[in-house]
């Protein structure tokens, strides 16, 4: 009975040691506003990660044809979870990997207090640069048919100071702008085959 009593109390002291007052992260696909990095005396300031994912499509999987050359054309929405302290600016990229590179989308000037896009959104204040096709803005995916499933990267970053990116700016040049600038990053892949 003893022996009982003891294993009764350490689980209910097991089960009682969250106190509810520790901030934990999101979960993936969740948006939630910045959650506060904490540096206690001679402790590293904990950084909170990146989440980014799409009510569109699942990661790894098929993007839906409205979103393609196929259908509307227009860009999925996407949505990410805490922004890390410091944030000034956040900029998202889409590229093809299976055709070199391929720019679908540069969107820079993002303030850090969006946490998602809808569907074919584009904020106040943020700078879409030149597409792979030479034009501001989102190009869906299209590979060529019979190519098989291309696979499309879509990467947030968390920027700590501005990109630069201006409208007039290739893809690439404005990807290397973006990635030249210290944050953490964040990517979901989709993929899409025409036959």
Request: with cysteine; glycine share 14%; net charge negative.
């Given at each position: 009975m003893r022996a009982a009593s003891i294993v009764a109390l350490l689980l209910l002291a097991a089960g009682c040691a969250h106190d509810g007052r520790t901030l934990r992260a999101p979960p993936p696909g969740v948006t939630a506003p910045p959650l506060p990095t904490t540096t206690a005396p001679g402790q590293k300031t904990a950084v909170v990660p990146l989440?980014?994912?799409?009510?569109?499509?699942?990661?790894?999987?098929?993007?839906?044809?409205?979103?393609?050359?196929?259908?509307?054309?227009?860009?999925?929405?996407?949505?990410?979870?805490?922004?890390?302290?410091?944030?000034?600016?956040l900029?998202?990229?889409?590229?093809?990997?299976?055709?070199?590179?391929?720019?679908?989308?540069?969107?820079?000037?993002?303030?850090?207090?969006?946490?998602?896009l809808a569907v074919g959104a584009?904020?106040?204040?943020?700078v879409e640069a030149?597409?792979?096709?030479?034009?501001?803005?989102?190009t869906g995916p299209c590979p060529p048919k019979g190519s098989g499933a291309h696979h499309y990267v879509f990467t947030l970053y968390a920027l700590t100071a501005a990109s630069g990116v201006t409208a007039d700016m290739?893809?690439?040049?404005?990807?290397?702008?973006?990635?030249?600038?210290?944050g953490l990053t964040a990517t979901l892949i989709g993929s899409y085959e025409r036959v």
């Open positions: 989440a980014l994912s799409s009510t569109a499509f699942e990661p790894g999987g098929p993007v839906p044809l409205d979103y393609t050359c196929d259908g509307a054309g227009i860009s999925p929405p996407v949505a990410w979870g805490a922004v890390p302290e410091g944030t000034v600016e900029a998202l990229t889409v590229t093809d990997t299976d055709a070199d590179g391929f720019v679908h989308w540069v969107l820079a000037h993002l303030d850090p207090g969006v946490q998602a584009v904020p106040d204040g943020a030149k597409n792979g096709a030479g034009r501001a803005g989102w290739s893809g690439p040049d404005a990807i290397a702008a973006i990635s030249q600038v210290p």
